[in-house]
């Protein structure tokens, strides 16, 4: 009887071993078919097809915006001082080396005395169009002594200028030759590497601009300094475009005048410079008269008018010492 029992309590506790053993089993089962569907359904993407450098922002659901900020693996737009050392890495090593020509801006003046200011400003048109140049300013007027004078701006390529004043010296005699170099090599060469720089921040900001988790905040914010960019680029461009117009174009300034004639006294001695004093005196005596009688007519209203006060309290005064003798007689 004994052994029954000793058997019938085995039974149970092997029952519920196996019962336990089997919970077990499934439990783990379970545990691991729910580890295999998350590792299927997880994709991570691989660095090497990922479009998204490292330490950008960064999106698995289009259909859902996240900011990811907060994580320091991959920072947002709001991370400044990552951004801004991205984007000097970048520049520097997109920025190549620039070679460039030498240049330089040339400019002159000439002044040159000839014997016909039309004639020797027609031969210096002619001169300018042969080296296919161009007139950019040109005036001209007579001075006090019936000589004609005029200045002309000449722009002309860089590589004729020399030709241009040989041949411009031939027309008259030349009294002065002025000419200035200035050598813009260095400020063409920093204004292309600022340029270069600008360009690599405008396409990391437009970059930027492409991800889809940044918040409305930080796109204003990259908008705004891409905008500063894009002036200093084109500010850039057009300092560059005007030295460069400078450099290939020379500017040379041309003086003509006609000689001024010297004219001799007709003659000397005592009489003669007697006489020029009377005419002198005379001239000056024609202008004191002129000027009085300027004087009177522009003055004339208004004397006009004191004269007829003056007679006017004449008359009065006139009328009341009348009546005052009367009024003596009478009374005396």
């Known amino acids: 009887m004994k052994t029954l029992k000793f058997l019938l309590s085995l039974l149970i506790v092997f029952n519920f071993t196996s019962c336990g053993n089997e919970s077990d089993s499934k439990k783990f089962s379970n545990d691991t078919e729910s580890t295999k569907k998350v590792e299927e359904n997880y994709n991570p993407i691989p660095p090497e097809k990922s479009n998204t450098p490292p330490n950008k922002l960064s999106y698995r659901n289009k259909s859902t915006f996240k900011d990811e900020g907060s994580d320091i693996n991959s920072p947002g737009i709001n991370n400044k001082t990552i951004q801004e050392s991205e984007i000097k890495t970048t520049s520097s090593t997109e920025q190549t080396e620039i070679k460039t020509d030498r240049m330089i801006i040339r400019t002159g003046t000439i002044n040159i005395e000839v014997e016909e200011y039309n004639k020797s400003e027609e031969e210096l048109f002619s001169i300018v169009n042969n080296l296919n140049g161009y007139i950019s300013n040109s005036a001209s007027n007579v001075n006090t002594s019936g000589r004609k004078q005029g200045k002309i701006d000449i722009r002309i390529k860089a590589k004729d200028f020399e030709t241009l004043i040989s041949k411009i010296s031939k027309s008259g005699k030349v009294i002065s030759l002025n000419i200035n170099s200035s050598d813009i090599t260095n400020e063409f060469i920093d204004l292309e590497a600022r340029k270069t720089t600008q360009k690599a921040l405008e396409e990391r900001l437009l970059n930027l601009l492409n991800i889809k988790t940044a918040k409305l905040t930080d796109v204003v914010e990259v908008e705004q300094k891409l905008a500063e960019v894009r002036s200093q680029i084109e500010s850039m461009q057009g300092r560059m475009r005007f030295l460069k117009n400078q450099s290939e174009d020379s500017t040379l300034t041309v003086s003509l005048f006609e000689p001024y004639i010297i004219q001799s006294a007709s003659g000397s001695g005592f009489f003669f410079e007697l006489g020029e004093a009377f005419k002198k005196g005379l001239e000056g005596f024609t202008d004191v008269l002129a ?19 003056l007679y006017v309290l004449r008359k009065f005064y006139l009328k009341w010492k009348i009546r005052r003798d009367a009024v003596k007689i009478q009374t005396s």
């Open 291 to 309: 000027g009085i009688i300027t004087f009177a007519v522009a003055s004339s209203p208004f004397i006009f008018m004191v004269l007829f006060i």
